[in-house]
């Protein structure tokens, strides 16, 4: 992470993702987030410059049309899917 970095933090809302928003303001880099409606106000005082409802049909829209060609399913031995995301935001 370097200063001015733009930083994606996925689920900010949790412990880690609030950790992870503090840690890249203190790097001095700038802060997107997604989380829940009830999260917003905290995560734009820890610092995030946008701190964006994860089930608003902007971000839902967005995400289904730019990671489908990244998105892969994996199974685990109790047949369990998960699904896991490899993208890169320029």
Do not use: W
Not at 36 to 61: H, I, K, P, T
């Amino acid at each position: 992470m370097s200063n001015r970095q733009r930083i994606l933090v996925v689920g900010g809302g949790g412990a880690v993702g609030f950790s992870a928003i503090q840690l890249a303001v203190a790097a001095g880099c700038p802060v997107t987030t997604t989380c829940g409606s009830q999260s917003v106000e905290r995560m734009l005082a820890a610092g995030a410059e946008q701190a964006v409802d994860y089930l608003s049909e902007v971000v839902l829209n967005f995400l289904l049309y730019h990671i489908s060609k990244h998105l892969f399913r994996y199974y685990n031995n109790h047949r369990q899917c998960y699904y896991i995301l490899f993208f890169e935001i320029k």
